[in-house]
């Protein structure tokens, strides 16, 4: 059989499961209303949480370091990739999470992944929360300690599993801070509290909460008083820009810089990307006016779709899993709101769980009332039409 034909193959049986996928073009910039594939919509499903993406002062600051220094890095940090600009970040991202130091990767997923099949040795063992992202995932696959999964965000099992695992080295806890698909906060203190307990450390992926959480947006850290060993970030998402970073001790950050071949391999960010995202932070340390906005407008969304009968996942974050079950029924429903000029794509396994394909809302501070208010229409009458509601 050819290749070609034997991944037909393979394709199709996708497509009969409902779990094909394509692209949506976005026509415009990162705003609340976009031309998809040409098509006006209003998105609630970027990670564009504090609507920097778009924001005049990042720009600005990346357009005067592209004329100075180019388009690309030319190279990785460790040969011709390393700027003033990436040191001037590195330190405002350690200022910013209130740790000695900070080291940039390329982006989020890297940073995960070459943290986590770094540190841990063989002898060691890994406990991963079971919701955890697929970079924390491949992380674990690459690194030479086993892996333990615990059941998400429960203590009692987590608990547990460190008293199964007593035997290894070293045991080393991994979380997202906000779980992508459920939305769901992990319960950072009791971890750490329990981490400390069993001599274990805590390694805590901050993607969907750094510039979110805590009284200054500085992520789960904050927002429950506490240190964890490792904090890895994106500025992909409410920092609007792209990349990621781990901050912690200037031992960890020295070891990662040695070690960490997803950092030593990768060709560096891009000066200009730097300067944006050292502008973005300066913006969301002067004001908490953005995050005001984003947490009023995800209560309304949560409040109201639970109060039609929908079936609403998660804490207070911007992510609003809404769960619809049948992963054809929720393309079904994508492609309504789709219809009514929303665009909010429908989430189905692998990513997540069968039986929980979803709706998986993301709000942003952008977003104005009329918009919401014509989500929320949208959402009553299809779930209506659809006999999703009563």
Known sequence: ??????????????????????????????????????????????????????????IYAAEAILHEFGVG???????????????????KIARFKQTEASL???????????????????????????????????????????TVVYNHIDMNDLEGKLKETVSYKRRFIVTDGVFSMDGTIAPLDRIIQIAKQYGAYVIVDDAHATGVLGENGKGTSEYFGVCPDV??????????????????????????????RTFIFQTAMPPSICAA???????????????????????????????????????????????????????????KLRENGIYAPAIRPPTVPNGESRIRLTVTSAHASKEIDYLLECFHSIGKELNMIG
């Open 73 to 91: 890095s030319s190279g990785s940090r460790l040969t011709t990739g390393h700027t003033d600009w990436h040191q001037k970040l590195e330190e």
């Open 277 to 335: 995202s050292h502008a973005a932070l300066e913006v969301i340390e002067e004001s908490n006016e953005k995050r005001q906005l984003l947490f009023a407008n995800v209560k309304k969304i949560k409040n109201s779709l639970e109060e039609m009968g929908f079936i609403v996942k998660g804490d207070l974050t911007p992510i609003i899993p809404v769960i619809i079950g049948d992963s054809q029924d929720a393309v079904m429903f994508a492609e």
């Open 104 to 146: 940039l990767f390329s982006s989020g997923f890297l940073a995960n992944v070459g943290v986590i099949s770094s540190l841990p040795e063989k002898g060691d063992v890994i406990l991963s929360d079971q919701l955890n992202h697929a970079s924390i995932i491949d992380g674990c696959r690459l690194s030479k300690a086993d």
């Open 1 to 58: 059989m050819m290749l070609d034909e034997w991944l037909s193959q393979r394709i199709e049986k996708t497509k009969e499961a409902g779990l094909y996928r394509q692209f949506r073009t976005m026509n415009t910039a990162p705003l609340p209303e976009m031309l998809v594939d040409g098509q006006s919509q209003i998105v609630f499903s970027s990670n564009n949480y504090l609507g920097l993406a778009n924001d005049r002062r990042l």
């Open 231 to 260: 904090v890895i970030g994106t500025l992909s998402k409410a920092v609007g820009t792209e990349g990621g970073f781990v901050a912690g001790s200037k031992v960890l950050i020295d070891f990662l810089l040695n070690n960490a």
